[in-house]
């Protein structure tokens, strides 16, 4: 079992730059595959970005290919998410996910966390 909390959302002005934290309870986080996704207002959740259990492999959505980078912490059972060049089009509540693949389909990940808010004005 794995308990994923997110923190770090919030509201930025275009342009600007926000860093994701999930923190994960239980002694098998390194592991998982790490994903972050995202789910704006009336839309279904998409793919943002992949790591695998090592951290050596990372994937990424190509709506935020070279803005964003996901990076995971095992010693302290945490993945990150560094937001950069942020846009209004970004404004969703992102979600951290734990699975074994670590790909695009969310249906791939076991364990997700409630959510963090990011709004992004123009």
């Known amino acids: 079992q794995v308990q994923l909390v997110e923190s770090g959302g919030g509201l930025v002005q275009a342009g600007g730059s926000l860093r994701l934290s999930c923190a994960a309870s239980g002694r098998t986080f390194s592991s998982y595959a790490m994903g972050w996704f995202r789910q704006a207002p009336g839309k279904e959740r998409e793919f943002v970005a992949a790591?695998?259990?090592?951290?050596?492999?990372?994937d990424y959505s190509d709506s935020v290919k070279g803005r964003f980078t996901i990076s995971r912490d095992n010693a302290k059972n945490t993945v990150y998410l560094q937001m950069n060049s942020l846009k209004p089009e970004d404004t969703a509540v992102y979600y951290c996910a734990a699975g074994y693949s670590g790909s695009y389909s969310p249906h791939s990940y076991d364990y997700w966390g409630q959510g963090t808010q990011v709004t992004v004005s123009s």
């Open positions: 790591i695998s259990w090592s951290g050596v492999n990372t």
